[in-house]
């Protein structure tokens, strides 16, 4: 493998280079696969649509400039599913997608196969219009884009070549924009000009030289007029600057060479002087022109102004259209309404709502029902493989990641068909076919190529529906895969958190926590009532989640506390026993602050609030602080930005609420502590699998991050449970 | 891929050949190492160092610019949110000579990327790019492959104090920050004996191994538990736990008496000392072979952990002028990647910048002293503009013989002030000399009140600088009180200043006065009452509740104003909206709840120029 790498390597980024100049790029040596760029975007678009419009299920994958824009935004187990929701949501406003995989999917029922038409955008937000409004900004993660050099990204193909798009809403911007400059453009101009008084003796003679030039002009043009014959001859005015000619089926002068002040001051003579002639700005391709028409009459003027200003409008919307780009591939998925899989897509999801449709909404419900419009049906190919029963023993427990479950899943066709496996029947063939060129057999392409994730995804999805007893021989192609009744009920349910198995339906908006198959897995967090926790943040950084856990039990009595989990080295999470305690916990603190006697310093939550910087909340104020847009590095510095002047904010604690929680915890008390530790025994055994998982070296992107972060889980928790 | 990307630059190089002319060295990881020893000695021998950044953005919106209507204090945290959020990508480093009009130069290209080299969240988690900006360096064939995969890593100085105790190596103790102890109490005599005794016997433990070789290894490693041995290197150490860096004194001092005793400070994880290491050398040479040991050590890794950082220190240490065109956006970049971040306020930040950088010239500020403001907005202008008014031939070189020029030539910026700052020079008859001599006193008039501009923004002279120089360019640019100026927004979108100056002109008394307006962005106008006390009398009409005609209906409209402790709150407290209007609603709102005390108005000034407002054509 390893070997291979340079090869590998070189053959990518010559079929990037070429891209731009050749649009084929199917290269014996390297899998094949459609790389687009700005330049052959327009016809990869319209084969792209008829692939789309013949295909059963189109599999995308994104790749982006970062996940997290903060350490303690990334993802955690102490995450409510709002606050994930929240985090997801900065995530796809702030970072940009470079990289856009999609590979439509075709039962071919002649071959008894499927053929693949893997595609991979090259797309970069450029500004493309004047005023694209202020979304012109991204973020890179460091370690991100580190990442993407690790799997031979090529950026200068992306930020020199990519394609460009525009959002709906932002689309919709522009032309509110075109539309009202074009509005009152015209006369505004006039506005401008009148404004402006001619004092200067320099001026004052240009204007008058300019006048003469002008009625001389006109002169001519009615005396030709009269005898009817010699127009061209007459026209001795060779000179550059101010050149005859015809606009709009009127004899015009093009004003070249002039400055703006000049133009400025022509405009101002045209006004004052010329009943029977106009001026003109007329913006062209890349350049703008002015001119000077003659007109017959006033309603000429009129008729004229109107012609012009149609078809700048007109034009303006052009170029609107066209910096629309890559959206126009999203708009193609949206209105064919076809299946799209995803491999644990929520993210993939929220980043094409949030660049290629709308703003996202500020609730994970209705940002659900939102993506349901433009995408009736997605699959998941991770909730998938998690969810069934017959796949999860195909999977032997090995890791869904992208790369690995392709592995196991299609060994078939990681290498296409030079493997010797034998046509089992339950091996599904699949064909790839690049600019109607089809081949069976390639090498593998590229981990972490958006192009070749979503084929492998697509694969994955295929396969795992062989499994599912669907069977594509008897599949008719006007039937919609997506209303197929086997896969009902995995539609449209996304992980918005794979840590704690949370999932989504899209058609719904409701949420659920999804087990991981086995059953001993369903009650992990359900110990995790955020109701019981409080954030605490500003305090020594020397000071260690033990030692606070320490603080707390000093006064609060030894099982006070159930963990404390690091947010970041600024902040933690304490969980406590009751709810009760929490309002205890404040009150105790905010009084402490107060009172600032010698005996408060003895005080064993002294240690805790030294330095005088400590603010404690309960977990709302946590979701408040997720969801500003400013994103420091330390959690203490983002809640100053935020605005918190505050030490402490006290909950209410309602007593009658606190009594029956508290009776109902102690009742519970026991099957709570088991619950607990043997959450933490899986908690364990699931860093293992994951560290193994991590040896494969084959994990997608999305997974990657997911076992970081469970492996980040497991030392807190380690650390927590000193 | 190399020659493909080569017919790429190719193509660009014609579009800008007069841009490679210059051969620059490029600098990337594989022989940062070559050129860091070479410019060593180049920085050595030049007079001055001119440098230019070139980053993934400038400012979010337009107003976030700095401009002229900012006092050092708004422009400073302009720049500062600016250089927080942003990268450097390429940093061009020019040691150069000027004497008699001829200037030899040494231009060196230097690719950065902030890559987390030691895994510990640094130099940086994230940072912003300006697609526009990232867009215009791809139109000058930028190649961002080569950054990203192949750019030099660095941390500041702060960040490599940081990273040291992090990866907890033990370190060498400094002989400078030992103070002799105060009083001796009896717990620290104590403490001492017991340590002491601990070190004797673990001391002729280790002296009888080497004795009696009869022990098996069971004893051997039973010993070594016992008595706490390890091993450091080949030689035989012992850690000795501390508590306070009290006792880490008395550690060292007691281990001082001893004459083949090397002591090792163990830094802790959250700062401080978690434990003294004792390393036992053999004879007086080898301890002086362990000390020298140690010391290349710590070279070896300072230099894996500065990165390009080295040539910042190289720099700052050379003492050299350092020569900038944006001084304020260079150097705030400079403070907040290399050396530490940024302080809250514009004073600390010059005295800390004074402290690595003594002298300081910006290009920028030196050609607005010769020539009218709107000539001079950027390089290549201010070049073109020396060009056609003064004859100051410079004869340049660069005398770089080993640069393979392979199209790929960047940082020729750099070059371009090196060459703009001799014109200068010849004009204004500055000489290398008077700069160097350190006596500013002696130096050329013309050259006091340049140096070390950074104080001011590029436009704004601070409020110490002597009338004189002043009048040399107030031709078109008047000195306006913050106290008359006025912030309105809230109007209608896609209204002009001059639309704007006939509605308020109608609108009310105060306004038959003579004052201006012009417009910061598209959502809010500044206005000039050039009767002093005009705009306290338009504030507190529009802050009270009776309005008529004209004015009420544009401020049920919901136009409103403020005045410019408002827009200094704005810069203060960090409310980069992308459009002012939106930011100084922002600072209304929260600033109910803050004092005035916060904004005990230094008495400031701000310089009224036509010329230098944002022009809504550019936007």
Redesign the interface.
Known sequence: MKKQWPVRA?SR??SS??STSTTTTTNTSSFPLKHVTKSNFESALSSLSDHVRAADFIAIDLEM??VT???WRDSFEFDRFDVRYLKVKDSAEKF?VVQFGVCPFRWDPLKFSFVAHPHNFFI????ELP?DG?A????????S??F??KYQF???A???EGVSYLSREQEVEALKRAN??YE?GLS?SL??AR?MKVVNVVDVLFSERMKNRLSEWCGGLLQERNRGSEFQGSSKDSEQKFRTVFFKMRPAVSLNGFSSHQLRLIQLVVKKHFKDLAYLHVSGENSSQQFIVYVDSESDKKLLMREVKEEQCKHEELKIKAAVGFRHVIDLLSSEKKLIVGHNCFLDIAHIYSKFLWPLPSTGEEFASSVNNYFPSVIDTKVLLNSNNVLQQLMKKSSTALSSAFSVLCPQIVLGSKSSYLPLQSRVKVEVEVDDKRSSSWNSGVKHEAGYDAFMTGCIFAQACSHLDIDFKLHSPSENLAHNEKLEKHINRLYVSWINGDVINLSTGNRTSESFGSNNHKMRYTNICFKHIVLIWGFQ??I?AREIRECISKVLGPSSVTSVYHVDESAVFVHFSKAGLVSKFLALKERLERTNDPISVLHPLAKLLEGGNTRAASYETYKEICSSPI?K?LFADQAE?F?I?WKTKLVESKVEAANTQESKNLHEGNSMNSDSDSAQETNKKKLNKVTNDSSYDQLSRNEIVDSFYTSENVERIRTSNF | MVPLLQRRLFCNKSFHQNHCQWPIKQVTKSNFDDSLSEIKQRISTSDFVAVFLQNTGSSSSPWQRVSAFDTPDTAYSKAKSAAERFQTLQFAVCPFTFQASKLTAYPYNFHLFPRDELKLGMPSYSFTCQTSSLTSMAREGFDFNACIYDGISYLSRAQEYAAKVRIGNPMPVDHKTKSSSPTTTVADTVFVERIRTRVRHWKNACTDISTTKSDDAFVRSLRKIVLGSEKYGSRPSITIDVCSERQVQLVLEMLEQSDNLVPLLVPAKSGGTQSVRAVLTSSQEDKNLLKMELQNLEVDQTKRVRGFREVIDLISASQKPVVSYNSLNDFTFIHSKFIAPLPPTVDEFTNSLHLAFPVVLDVNHLVKNIGPVRKTTNISAAMSYLKNRFFAPVDMEIPHEDVVNEGNNHGHNVVKICHLFGKLCSVLKITASAIQSGDHHLASSALQGYENVFKLCPNIPQESTNEEDIRIWTNNTRKVSCQDVVFLWGFKKGTTAGMLKSLLQGSHEVFTEEFDIRLVDRSCAIVVFWQPGSSQTFLDIMNGTDFSGKLREMVSEGVRASGYEAYKRVCSSGLWESELADSLDKALASSECISEREFESKPSEIYWCSELMINLDDL
């Open positions: 070189l980024a010559l280079s070429t400039t970062g824009s903060a350490p940009a970069y937000p450029r500004q005023f202020p012109n900004e991204f973020l890179c993660q460091t370690t884009l580190d993407l050099a090529d950026f200068n992306c930020i020199h009202l400059i009152d505004d506005k401008e404004d950084s020397k260690k994103s590095v930005a605005g002047k």
